[in-house]
């Protein structure tokens, strides 16, 4: 035993490395999605040739072709949806698929009368029912917004699909109606109309009915996710977070993101013997956990091995995002995942910091430009607070926020003031004006949560967009001068994505791979704060704690990256268009200063 760091290498690593997609489901997977094709292939296109089968086929009532090319097309689209859901060994979806199959394969026989169809059709059964085994993973987390997506994709595929169907028969198509003509043929035959689009024979027949079916598809499985009870993702009960607390009161000094995992929108999984837990929450089918496990390192396994356990029985991604070295360390012996650095966080240690010096001069010039400008500074514990200036910090940093929602995740509260979290920093900035605004003479907020019993990280920046620039440096510097009397001897501030490359990057010597690199860095800087965190950071000389993604294959990391954007508020599928820009409620006309960094975000860029 080394380092604090326990040696478990008798696990068994099989158990633990997670919903691996094996090789029987993907193919299962792709199989399906195959014979979805041709379900939809043998509904939409006319009969090539004319067989014994066709003539046999003549004493069936007129209606049963047309019938069985909407089922056929039916069958089809549905078995393109499940083809996602077997491949990460959804239960459900295994089920509606054996269900589906011999519609499927009906229809091919009644329709196109294909034996190879039929065979393809029923021969996907045969792996479906022999490996149901490996299809045992539980519901993913749902909301009602997938009523509205599906809607939306379906209605689109569906238009598609029936301008497809509608010009799929040339030779029995009456004149030569225009593109307006067949379009509004299908938007009419979706909702079970006649349109101006004719034909001869029975095809009339044929095309209203796959027309039809593809708009009851979309209307019946809108319906179904709009009314199937909802399966919401796990929160934090008050159970659980009492029992975080206890294990941030003996261990929270281990890491400075462990406080996060307070956050009330995420859920916990704890080891047997309780002295650890990994908190968690799932974004698109990953199962995103953030900084180190809480508690005892010596039960990290624990914690990690239930983790594993739930991602596994919910056929979800595992991943970490912004572990320690220690923490990484374990998370890839114990799991074989595989730990990518992600950035540094920037630590600065109270005893060792100062303004004076060459290297601390542009701060301490803009600090005492500041505070000659007339602002003053305020450095409390949340419990020390009134409700009613309570009510006012809280009001401001969510009107001075710069985007529509909330962000953060791995690096954020999201909350201030609450009951529970008393021991929590709040600096303010205060000017007298002429004429207070909203929130009297309030000009910005830094918020801490506590890091062990000596030290804060930094939670959330916000400032009024009128006050003047270098808000953010008058306030770190006032809680770094102010850190002892709380007895805090370290404080950690942004964490800079990439720091390492940037910081290379510009020495010289730096190779070309790594110029490029730090180049495109600096390019994606424009839209992400990247570079501009990075310098913030540096100007209170700090110490740099590398940070690392934890991840299953290198597959997974565009999937991971996205579902982390998700978690952390840049990306938000969930919510509606936000309003044009001039019929939004303008409260502040300033435009804002583009010295200042964090302004409106969380710490985490």
């Not at 090789?23 to 792709?30: E, K």
């Not at 914690?303 to 595992?318: L, Y």
């Not at 270098?470 to 001897?489: D, H, R, S, T, W």
């Amino acid at each position: 035993m080394s380092g604090g760091v326990p040696q478990r290498t008798h696990r068994v690593r099989h158990v633990l490395r997670g919903p691996r997609p094996e090789a029987v489901p993907v193919l299962v997977a792709r199989a399906c999605a195959l014979v979805g094709l041709l379900d939809i292939a043998a509904g939409v296109f006319p009969r090539f040739r004319h067989s014994r089968m066709h003539t046999l086929a003549e004493v069936l009532p007129g209606s049963f072709g047309p019938f069985a090319a909407a089922l056929s097309l039916s069958a089809g689209v549905l078995l393109l949806l499940l083809a996602h859901g077997l491949r990460r060994c959804k239960r459900r979806a295994w089920r509606a698929a054996v269900a589906l199959l011999p519609f499927g394969a009906l229809a091919q026989f009644t329709y196109r009368h294909s034996v190879v169809g039929v065979v393809i059709s029923l021969a996907l059964l045969a792996p479906l029912v022999r490996h149901r085994d490996q299809f045992r993973a539980l519901p993913d987390p749902r909301s009602r917004w997938r009523a509205l997506a599906n809607f939306v994709l379906m209605g689109a595929g569906s238009l598609l699909l029936g301008l497809l169907i509608v010009n799929a028969h040339p030779k029995t198509l009456v004149g030569d109606p225009s593109l307006a003509d067949r379009l509004t043929h299908v938007l009419y035959g979706l909702f079970g109309f006649e349109g101006p689009v004719d034909y001869r024979g029975t095809t009339s027949w044929t095309v209203a009915m796959c027309l039809g079916a593809l708009g009851l598809l979309t209307a019946v499985t809108t319906i179904y996710l709009a009314f199937r009870p909802e399966h919401p993702a796990a929160r934090l009960t008050d159970e659980d977070e009492a029992r975080l607390r206890a294990l941030l009161e003996k261990h929270g000094g281990r890491d400075s993101l462990g406080h996060f995992a307070l956050r009330r929108d995420k859920a916990v999984v704890f080891s047997p013997s309780g002295k650890a837990a990994v908190t968690y929450r799932v974004v698109s089918g990953v199962m995103l956990a953030s900084g180190d496990p809480i508690g005892d390192v010596e039960a990290w396994p624990g914690a990690i091995e239930r983790f594993m356990d739930e991602a596994k029985a919910h056929s979800w991604t595992p991943a970490v995002m912004g572990c320690s070295e220690t923490g990484g360390e374990v998370w890839t012996r114990e799991t074989g995942l595989d730990a990518l650095e992600l950035g540094d966080e920037a630590v600065v240690d109270v005893p060792d910091f100062s303004l004076t010096g060459r290297a601390m001069r542009n701060v301490r010039q803009m600090v005492k430009r500041i505070e000659r400008a007339g602002y003053e500074t305020r450095v409390r514990r949340v419990r020390d607070l009134g409700e009613t200036e309570l009510d006012r910090i809280r009001r401001a940093a969510d009107d001075w926020r710069g985007t529509d929602t909330e962000r953060g995740f791995s690096m954020a509260l999201g909350r201030i003031g609450d009951a529970a979290d008393g021991d929590c920093l709040i600096a303010t900035a205060h000017k007298a004006d002429d004429e207070p605004g909203e929130y009297g003479d309030l000009k910005a907020i830094l918020h801490f949560v506590p890091w062990g019993t000596d030290g804060v990280s930094l939670d959330l920046m916000r400032r009024d967009r009128s006050a003047d620039p270098g808000m953010n440096e008058l306030l770190i510097v006032a809680a770094l001068q102010a850190a002892p009397k709380f007895g805090i001897a370290r404080v950690s501030l942004n964490f800079a994505m990439f720091r390492s490359a940037l910081a290379r990057g510009e020495k010289i010597g730096a190779g070309p791979v790594l110029r490029a690199w730090r180049g495109l860095l600096v390019f994606l800087s424009r839209w992400f704060q990247i570079e501009s965190l990075y310098k913030f950071n540096a100007k209170f000389r700090p110490r740099w704690e590398p940070r690392f993604v934890v991840y299953r294959a290198s597959a997974d990391l565009p999937r991971i990256g996205f579902a982390a954007m998700q978690a952390e508020g840049f990306v938000n599928l969930a919510l509606p268009l936000p309003l044009p820009r001039f019929l939004r409620r303008r409260t502040i006309t300033a435009r804002p200063c583009a010295h200042a960094v964090g302004e409106g975000d969380v710490r985490a860029a």
